[in-house]
């Protein structure tokens, strides 16, 4: 029950937070789907807590706007995809998933809240 009011707090506060920006970037929910969701596959490796730039394969991600990326966590512990800017925030449990579309051009950092050693980025043209 923590978890389901964690993120959907977490899903306002991101609804919030891109309105008032200028992103028109589209988060979409998290899934358990074990692989199933379409999208640019980024996988969060297996050990990655230890791992700094190798922890996000692939690492940097270049995309075209409108693109969906969907991470997948093949870790044994959860993980976040959360952007240094505040454009989008998912929390990937072991063998699942978060999709996010970004919509804008630009090159999007973002990290593991729990474990901030493990970096990346997606770059949008």
Known sequence: MTRTIRFAFMAAALTIATSCGSSNSTPTSPSNSGGNNTGTPVSIVSGAR??????YNPNPLT???????????????????TSDS????????????????????????????????????????
């Open 50 to 55: 230890t791992l700094t730039t190798t922890a």
């Open 63 to 81: 995309i075209a706007a409108g693109t969906t990326v969907t991470w997948t966590n093949n870790d044994s512990t959860t993980h976040t995809a």
């Open 86 to 125: 505040g454009v989008f925030n998912g929390s990937v449990g072991p063998n699942q998933q978060f999709s996010f579309t970004f919509a804008n051009k630009g090159t999007f950092t973002y990290h593991c809240s729990l474990h901030p050693n493990m970096v990346a980025s997606v770059v949008v043209q």
